[in-house]
């Protein structure tokens, strides 16, 4: 019965993760490393299935082995933002809602900037010692 779960959730953040593909603002990979670890919990055909996908298995693959997080998801997240932000904007909420939602976004922008967003900046990071997102 536990497999079973876990195989739903997987298949579950699968879909959220197309969903991520088709709508902008909702992350693809986030949803694909969860329904990987579900499927590595369930079921090795599933997981497979995803860490060879030809679309989305390079970027779980990425993610996984250099925390590589792509500079073009960074840029359509923090267009994402912006407009989001303009549109609270235009109407009008209370000031510590627009606060909080700010900080809120800035928190995401600044650790999805962290992280290097292509292979040929994670290397040039590992030559010179620098951190790779928040660890070392």
Not at 32 to 51: D, G, T
Request: hydrophobic share 50%; proline share 4%; aromatic share 20%.
């Amino acid at each position: 019965m536990t497999k079973f779960l876990w195989r739903i959730a997987g298949l579950f953040f699968v879909g959220c993760a197309y969903i991520g593909v088709i709508v902008p603002g909702i992350p693809t990979t986030v949803f694909l490393v969860l329904a990987l670890w579900c499927f590595s919990k369930s079921s090795e055909k599933l997981r497979l299935w995803i860490w060879e996908h030809p679309v989305f298995g390079r970027y779980v693959q990425d993610w996984t082995h250099k925390r590589i997080y792509p500079t073009r998801a960074k840029y359509i997240m923090l267009t994402c933002c912006a407009a989001s932000y303009a549109w609270l904007l235009y109407i009008a909420l209370k000031p510590i809602a627009l606060v909080s939602i700010a900080l809120f976004m800035l928190f995401w922008l600044v650790w999805a900037w962290r992280y290097p967003g292509s292979e040929e900046e994670y290397q040039r990071r590992v030559d010179s010692g620098k951190r790779i997102g928040w660890l070392k």
